[in-house]
């Protein structure tokens, strides 16, 4: 049986050289291209959240269909329009219209849940069941639901996004770009509420259902190591494909992934398996690499009159920077400022900047101030002692001509 399974994922996962996207490091520029192998996925779009920025992206701009991501949406605008996540509420019979051939979380009509329980149906297992009640019980109809749904996209200045229902069923007017769905994921991942059960891998409802995140069966299923998955939005239709929104974390660095248009092939999760492989990728072949070090020496400038001959400039924090692996040995440090300190130099003065680079690109600069009172020879009392030798040289040679002038003047 192992076997066959192992065979199956072989299987997949080679049909996946049929697609290799090619995507710049788009807030990376000091990055090179990233050609990423075994990737089906038609949209993509990485964050690294450590730093802010787009690592990776692929056709993020473009309208599609999202299918079930369309519920990220459905559960920000219902836990914003809830006062007590542990009221208890029935689910209403209108909830169960046209839900055939669509995953549901299993409530039945009239059940006695929380919303907190809805809210739970809706993102872990994609419960459509779930999605409409909250829409019905938040704002009196789904189509009342789905006008704050696009208000809220207004909101968000997602230009690219309009929602025709809250479940994500395919429709021409029911779209997204994965760009439009970060701008929202930054903004309800910023809610606790939502983070708690974007988060979660399963949960217990009031009567008594288990939901499980739609991660979980497929990744038992096909041994698949999510563990570094922190949170998860699956979806899939026939227009959207199968599309995975999530958060992760790789020696210490949290990305967030998008994913959309992921081939369905008998149930297989090529859209998990998109999303490992291009962690993967990254945690392979990319990391935070110390640049400089504190305390590193990086150049000596000479001191006229003093003691001192050189100033030497050290770095004063450790700077790190999301780098290629290997990338750090190709760096170069070079001073730009003043060739020398004299005694017009002060404390906190300028004296000019550490600039690192990659190749031609500028990587870091920082400007390097003198941090010490420079102790400067004491030349006074020479010139003292060399004006009093001059002045009595003077004096001598004054009092020699008198003596020579009476002498003379005797005669």
Known sequence: MNLLKNTIIIFFLALGFLSNPIAKTIDYPYLEEV????????????????????????????????????????????????????????????????????????????????????LYGTLLPSGIDAAQSLAILTYGSIE???EKMNEMATKLEMNNTHYNNPVGKDHEENYSSLSDIAKLLFYALKNETFYEIYTSRNYLTLNNLELNSTLVMPSLKYNLNIDNIIGSKSGFTKEAGLCL???????????????????????????????????????????????????????SIKVLDSEKEYYDIKNKENIEFYLKNGMVEELSYVYNGIDYIDRKIKMNDKLGTIDVYYKDFLLYSYEVYLEENIVYKNYYLV?????????????????IYNN??????NI
């Open 383 to 399: 010139y003292v002692i060399i004006l009093l030798v001059i002045i009595s040289l003077f004096l001598i040679v004054i009092k």
């Open 35 to 118: 050609e990423i192998p075994n990737i089906q996925a038609k949209n993509i779009l990485l964050f690294n959240l450590n730093d802010n920025k787009i690592l990776y992206e692929k056709q993020a701009q473009e309208k599609i269909a999202i299918a079930s991501l369309t519920k990220i949406m459905t559960t920000i605008v219902a836990i914003e329009n809830i006062k007590n996540l542990e009221e208890i509420v029935k689910v209403p019979k209108e909830a169960f219209y046209n839900i055939s051939g669509y995953a549901i979380a299993g409530f039945k009509t009239n059940d006695e849940v929380t919303y907190k329980d809805l």
């Open 404 to 409: 020579l002038f009476k002498k003379y003047k």
């Open 245 to 299: 929104s999530s958060l992760a974390e790789f020696n210490g660095v949290k990305y967030l992934l998008i994913t959309a248009g992921s081939l369905y092939e008998n149930g297989f999760p090529n859209h998990i398996v998109d999303s490992l492989n291009i962690y993967n990728y990254f945690w392979n072949n990319y990391s935070y690499q110390m640049i400089l070090k504190k305390d590193d020496f990086i150049h």
């Open 144 to 146: 009342n639901f789905v």
